[in-house]
């Protein structure tokens, strides 16, 4: 039987100053040189350099390639070019293309709206305009999977929205606001698995996470916790209130709860050595306990962060052990672990919390509002 979260929140309606669209960079940081692009639904107008050349209907198929400083366009019938500016403006609503890179061969994307290809330091670069909420939609899909529950969806949508707010502005050098990579938010396309989440993001329209000042907090979110989620003092050495350890039992049940991973002393002692630490390997195994910044050596103290990165560890949660001629490193959870945890939301929305309980539970002091 669950038990009640007790928590405070308010529900703000006010004017915001963002844009109902995003621009989204795809395939952020791949030199790609020739893309194929689909009409999937709706009705486009193809234009370079913003003179008008086409009409494209569902099943019409472009490539657009690479030569020198500029860009050719083939259909089944002609060729166009030389051009700086390709674009694909929906002539109708509902407009949903699909682009496949060809060189290099990448997994194709499909989604809404608008398209606009232009050249960017030797290689394509393909900018989608779309409507904030479909953005939303299909980063919930990207980032949380499509078997979970209404609940579970409800709150990634919450905080896909906050972040896209917060950092609606990251790549504006660029000249789009996020990229489709995880050092944005991943965005592999269009929603299309689960029609639970277009109702979720629905349902929160223009709901962000706020400070009591109105303004877009940091929405972090992990994996799996391992039992407690982190500081923020722990992994980005600042404090912030908001982000604080949370004892989480709801991911007690997950496959990345416990892990563990055996490295050859030879290959520790080696990694030690050059880093500059002096003193034996067991002067740095230490018993388990709670979540640590360090671990502490007679000469230094070693960034456990740091350490994950290098032995390509699932947490910076762990301890070690050694045995025989291997380090062992035991650890907990999956990913950073700050903010909500995302097998832990998933169970509670199974056994019946809402998304703003599951909210509440993992950021602490927030408020509820909603942007129009």
Not at 18 to 26: A, D, M, P, Q, V
Not at 286 to 294: A, C, H, L, N, T
Request: with cysteine.
């Amino acid at each position: 039987m669950k038990s009640v979260i007790l928590f405070v929140f308010t529900v703000i309606t006010f004017a915001g100053s963002y844009s109902r669209e995003i621009k989204t960079g795809l395939f952020h940081g791949k030199e790609i040189e020739s893309v194929v692009i689909s009409i999937v639904e709706g009705e486009y107008v193809l234009t370079g350099d913003g003179k008008r050349i086409s009409i494209l209907n569902r099943g019409s198929i472009l490539q657009v390639e690479l030569s020198g400083s500029q860009l050719h366009i083939h259909d089944a019938n002609s060729s166009y070019g030389p051009i700086t500016i390709v674009s694909l403006i929906p002539a109708t609503s509902g407009g949903v293309f699909l682009v496949r890179p060809v060189f290099p061969a990448l997994q194709s994307c499909e989604s809404d709206d608008r398209l606009d290809i232009s050249i960017e330091v030797g290689s394509i670069r393909l900018i989608n305009t779309l409507d904030l909420e479909k953005y939303i939609a299909g980063t919930v899909e990207s980032e949380g999977g499509f078997t979970a529950l209404p609940e579970y969806y409800k709150a990634q949508a919450v905080i896909a929205r906050t972040f896209a707010i917060r950092n609606f502005n990251r790549h504006a050098h660029q000249g789009y606001n996020l990229c489709d990579g995880v050092h944005c938010q991943a965005y592999n396309g269009k929603s299309r698995m689960n029609k639970a989440i277009y109702l979720a993001v629905e349902q929160t329209k223009g709901e962000i996470l706020t400070d009591v000042n109105g303004e877009p907090v940091i929405t972090a979110y992990h994996a799996s916790c391992g039992g407690i989620t982190s500081s923020a003092s722990i992994e980005w050495n600042r404090d912030l209130e908001y982000l604080v350890p949370v004892s989480d039992p709801f991911c007690n049940n997950s496959s990345h709860r416990n892990w563990s991973r055996n490295v050859p002393i030879t290959e520790w002692i080696s990694y030690l050595a050059k880093a500059g630490f002096s003193g034996q390997p067991e002067d740095l195994i230490s018993d388990e306990g709670g979540r640590q910044k360090y671990l502490d050596t007679a000469s230094r103290r070693i960034p456990l962060a740091i350490i994950r990165h290098q032995f390509n560890l699932k947490s910076s949660w762990f301890y070690l052990e050694s045995v025989n001629s291997q380090v062992i490193f035991r650890g907990h959870g999956y990913g950073h672990g700050l903010g909500l945890c995302q097998e832990g939301a998933m169970e509670m929305a199974r056994v019946g919390y809402t998304y703003v309980d599951i909210l509440m539970f993992y950021f602490k002091g927030l408020e509820l509002r909603v942007r129009l």
